[in-house]
């Protein structure tokens, strides 16, 4: 074991360092989603997904590090250094990605609630009504799609 803790405390750190950046994508994909911005929402989730991709990346080459040393990936962990820290952090860009979720689904069900009653409307007072597909064009009411892909 002794052999490989520098190499796992190195890694360990940079895994810190994509947490910590993830966290702030957090953030900001929650400032972009209270401003209603849509498009720093979409830069938010792309980098988001890139982000979580490296730290996939770098926990995997941890892993291969512990199980070449015949260790369990988990256990083995107990004395690297900053793992605990990293472990909480993690904890903490956990949450916030909830909540974003959160976020997400709340609106969704508010926009399907409005175009029910929006078709309900429509539909009560004896006029066709005119709504539009997940691409954005107009079909008359009755078909069956979905909404859009959150």
Same mark, same amino acid.
Not at 13 to 41: G, I, K, Q, T
Not at 60 to 88: F, H, K, N, S, Y
């Given at each position: ?24 994508? &957090?953030? %900001? *994909? =929650?400032?972009?989603?209270? !401003? ?6 979409? /830069?938010?989730? $792309? ?8 730290l996939?990346? &770098?926990? %995997? *080459? =941890?892993?291969?590090?512990? !199980? ?6 988990? /256990?083995?962990? $107990? ?10 952090q &993690?904890?903490?860009? =956990? ?33 066709e ?22």
């Open positions: 074991m002794d052999d490989i803790i520098p190499g796992l405390t190195t890694l360990v750190a940079e895994m810190a360092v994509v947490v910590e950046e993830m966290c702030a994508v &957090l953030r %900001a *994909e =929650r400032e972009a989603l209270d !401003r209603y911005d849509s498009d720093a929402l979409n /830069e938010a989730s $792309a980098l988001k997904s890139r982000t979580l991709v490296r996939d990346e &770098l926990d %995997a *080459e =941890r892993v291969l590090m512990l !199980r070449t040393a015949d260790l369990d990936p988990q /256990e083995g962990m $107990a004395e690297i250094e900053g793992w605990q820290p990293l472990l909480q &993690l904890a903490i860009g =956990r949450d916030l990605n909830h909540e974003n979720g959160e976020i997400v689904s709340r609106r969704l069900r508010q926009v399907r609630q409005a175009l029910t009653m929006l078709n309900q409307m429509a539909g009560s007072s004896g006029a009504a005119e709504v539009y597909g997940p691409k954005g064009l107009s079909r008359q009411r009755g078909g069956s799609s979905t909404l859009g892909k959150a």
